[in-house]
């Protein structure tokens, strides 16, 4: 009986020992890693400094190394705030969280985390309901019409659910930067149409109806502090909405960010490792799905 449950045992007290302000230090690194600004003068320090934390751990358990993380984050938000996009605030929002833990003394670095992470989140989603809300061109279905016609992001989905071809995809593509480019080679037309469908319409009203109950609901829940009742099902629900949402709209940026602040604010090592498994699950949607699909349907 004994040898039967030692293994159980064992791997349950390793679990145990997993030092968890440490794993959400190092993920916060891989995110900055893989996911720094594009500027190559903020990209290069960023970079660089996030390789330094991952192999010298005492760098990144320094105040000064995220206050330096933070500043260059800032700096390219400060310069390029017009084409930023929002989770790049996050992101800086976050790092200066992690300076304010490493601030503090080791018994109040992981609290401090946790509420950083659950008032990001909640504060993140309800700010985001709300801006859709008050938005006319959100509201009606244009906004998600438009994304899935022109936003090669979301080309995938929209060629195999919303009944239009990848190649005419393509074409809206090319009228999209025609529109906005197109009087840098002398040509400047006012108005294009792009190739939709009856099927896309009714596709980009359900996405934006589905995205606007299930972010208000993360948002409202998340609000509500770390032991109460329905933290089980917000903690359910926001890796609910990782699975799916970046399934379609691969910014895997945002969602790895998500998930890591999931894991701060949560204090049950199952539900960490739950949301540290679609961490990983997100990395596999940037696999081309379409390609694979289409070769095994030519083999067949």
């Known amino acids: 009986m004994t040898e039967a449950t030692s293994p159980r045992e064992s791997l349950g007290s390793r679990l145990a020992r997993i030092d968890w302000l440490d794993v959400i230090t190092v993920m916060t690194l891989v995110l900055l890693l893989f996911h720094s600004p594009k500027y190559w003068y903020v990209r290069s320090p960023v970079v660089i400094l996030a390789i330094c934390g991952v192999v010298f751990p005492s760098n990144r358990r320094h105040p000064t190394y995220w206050l330096i993380m933070t500043a260059l984050l800032a ?3 400060f ?8 989770h790049k605030y ?3 929002y976050w790092a200066l969280a992690m300076f304010g833990a490493y601030s503090l003394g080791e ?3 992981e609290r401090v985390l946790a509420l950083n992470g659950r008032w990001m989140i909640a504060l993140c989603m309800s700010f985001s309901v709300v801006a859709k809300l008050i938005s006319a061109n959100y509201v009606d279905g244009s906004f ?3 994304t899935l016609l022109t936003d090669h992001r979301f080309a995938d989905f929209a060629s195999w659910f919303g009944s239009v071809p990848a190649f005419e995809l393509a074409r809206n593509r090319e009228l999209e930067q025609l529109l906005t480019t197109g009087y840098l080679q002398g ?3 006012t108005t294009v149409t792009l190739h939709s469908s009856a099927r896309m319409e009714w596709l980009a009203w359900l996405m934006t109806w589905w995205t606007i109950l299930i972010e208000g609901t993360i ?3 998340f609000f509500f502090p770390a032991r109460s009742r329905v933290a089980p099902w917000r903690d359910a629900i926001l890796m609910f909405f990782a699975i ?3 399934l379609v709209a691969t910014v895997k940026g945002f969602g790895w960010l998500l998930m890591i602040m999931g894991i701060a604010q949560s204090e049950k090592t199952s539900v960490r490792l739950a949301y540290f498994v679609t961490f990983l699950l997100i990395q596999t949607y940037t696999m081309p799905y379409e390609q694979v699909v289409n070769r095994l349907l030519q083999g067949m």
């Open 75 to 77: 700096s390219a938000l």
């Open 79 to 86: 310069y390029n705030w017009f084409q930023s996009d929002n």
């Open 90 to 92: 996050l992101e800086c």
């Open 107 to 109: 018994s109040d670095r």
């Open 144 to 146: 998600f019409e438009f």
């Open 187 to 189: 040509t400047a037309p």
């Open 219 to 221: 948002g409202v829940l």
């Open 244 to 246: 799916t949402t970046y």
